[in-house]
């Protein structure tokens, strides 16, 4: 393939494949629910991304504190 092949085919992927969905979240200026291997999550908005989903993300929170505000006052 040539460069100019892979880099539409990655184009592509980043409009119809998995991470479409980190793509939206950066034009819309949407929070994603991020989860953690920890276990943990995290509420934030996408800045940018790459193909190997790392991240610059800012207005983050710490879901767990949220759910448990949540739960204590809803359940």
């Known amino acids: ?3 100019e092949e892979l880099r539409k085919l990655e184009e592509e992927e980043f ?3 998995p991470l479409s ?3 939206q979240s950066v034009k819309n200026h ?3 629910l991020i989860s953690c291997r920890n ?3 995290l509420l934030a908005r996408v ?3 790459d ?3 790392n991240m610059v993300l800012e207005n983050v929170k710490e879901a767990s504190f949220l759910l448990s505000s949540f739960m204590r006052y809803h359940v």
């Open 1 to 3: 393939m040539t460069e």
């Open 15 to 17: 409009n119809t494949g």
């Open 21 to 23: 969905v980190l793509q």
């Open 30 to 32: 949407t929070q994603i």
């Open 39 to 41: 276990n943990r999550k």
């Open 47 to 49: 800045k940018a991304f």
């Open 51 to 53: 193909r190997h989903c």
